[in-house]
Structures are given as structure tokens and as C-alpha cells.
């Protein structure tokens, strides 16, 4: 494991091998993809969901940056490449059944295309009114 | 919106007519379903991610107890009607293009089904070392 600086944050990755090795134990769904949940290291907010095919989650685990595959392109979409806001890599962990993924990042900027922080500020539908009783 | 009480925490659900103009925005995928992210409300924890299909929202957006529709076993799944590991909707969100879901719930007992409190504990991939600079 490596790390890399930038934006004074470190981010985490993993060798060529290792990755093949976390790649092939990756249960993609029949369209070739695997979710990837996006999670705030900083305050662990979840920013986004994304979908990685093997190369995606391959050049995320070795470069510690993400990458998705952008199903609505049709292309590789390492995040941040047009709009600065990039994702580092800081924790990664495949679920029970190794067909999820929550990637742990720190999160240069907002996380969406419309601006907002989160994807999930945009369309609330339930509203927490008050704290939960002790 | 509406509250009801089990063990001690409040859950929040919609009217069915509510429910349904939720159900129609959301974008289900070709295969019929919307993965859902599941997470903590009490420490903000990412538990799992599960689907659902229309019907399985619906259910959740009335009942306030969160239903996937297994793709394994080709049924629906109240969470923890055989565990007893409830998922009490406390906030729910779609994401910017409403092919995704947030719901944060308050978790009775684990929510993995290895006994793991998150799916995610299982099978860690890249574990931060260090906390980031500050």
C-alpha cells in the first residue's frame, strides 16, 4: 500500500497485483458493473453512488484515485478530470458477498454535477423532523 | 408524514398517495430495481446495499421499515422479520437523477447476515492507516 499526496490529503492504493487479486474476487452484475457507494472520510456523508466495471476498479485501487464507468457515456470517468473535484481514495471494502463496494474518500469540492455537496441533497423525500430519543 | 415507536425510536413513513408520486419519480433500472444504500442514522455507518423493486419502495415509504426484493431469492425481504434485525426508516433521499436511494435508518442488532454489524466489515480491502493531516 502507497500513499500519494495531494490537496494535502493522503490516498491510499494498492499494487498492481494486489488489485488484480481484489478485481477477480469482485462479483460484477451481468452487465459487467458493481456499485460503488462514495462515502465522505471527513464527515462520513454519502456523496454519490457509482458504477465501476474491472478496469475502473482496477485503476481506482492502483492510482487511489476513483474512476467510474459512466453508463449514460459509455466511457471511463475518473472523477474530478473536468471538474477539479476529485476523490482520494482513503478506505475501500467489498460487502458479504463481494458485489458492493464502499469506497471511503476525501472529497475535493461538491460531490455532484449540479453543485450540490451530495447527489443525495437533491431530492429529499423524507425529512428527519427530530432526534432520536435516547 | 407519520411517526410509530418500535424499541424506543421513531420511524417515518409517507401516505400511500405520497408514497406512489415517489414511486413513479424514482428511475428503476432495466432489471426493475433501485439499489438503496443503507445507513445508520445513530453513527452515520454505511450497513449495506440492498434493492428494491417498486413495490418493495412503496412498502418502505408506507410501513417505515425498510423491504428490498431479493434477487437471490426472488421474494420480498422485510429486514428482520426473521432476524428480528429491523431497519426503522428515520430519512430517505433519491439521488440528482433519481436512480438511487439513501435511506437512514436506525438498525436494530447487526444488519449484515454473517453477524457482521455492516456488510462492509467483512471483507475490508484498503484500511486507513493514519488519519489525514490536518
Chains 1, 2 share one sequence.
Request: charged residues 25%.
Amino acid at each position: 500500500m502507497s500513499d500519494f499526496s495531494a490537496d494535502g490529503h493522503p490516498a491510499a492504493s494498492l499494487d498492481p497485483v494486489a488489485a488484480d487479486a481484489v478485481v477477480a474476487r469482485a462479483r460484477f452484475a451481468a452487465d459487467g458493473l458493481l456499485p460503488a457507494i462514495i462515502q465522505s472520510v471527513d464527515d462520513d456523508a454519502v456523496l454519490m453512488l457509482g458504477y465501476m466495471n474491472a478496469e475502473a476498479l482496477r485503476r481506482t485501487l492502483t492510482e487511489g484515485r476513483v474512476t467510474f464507468w459512466s453508463r449514460s457515456r459509455g466511457e471511463y470517468w475518473r472523477k474530478g478530470d473536468t471538474s477539479g473535484h476529485i476523490q482520494l481514495v482513503r478506505e475501500l471494502a467489498l460487502d458479504c458477498d463481494a458485489d458492493a463496494l464502499l469506497v471511503r474518500v476525501h472529497q475535493v469540492g461538491p460531490a455532484c454535477h449540479t453543485g450540490a455537496r451530495r447527489c443525495f441533497d437533491v431530492d429529499p423525500v423524507i425529512v428527519s423532523e427530530t432526534e432520536a430519543p435516547a
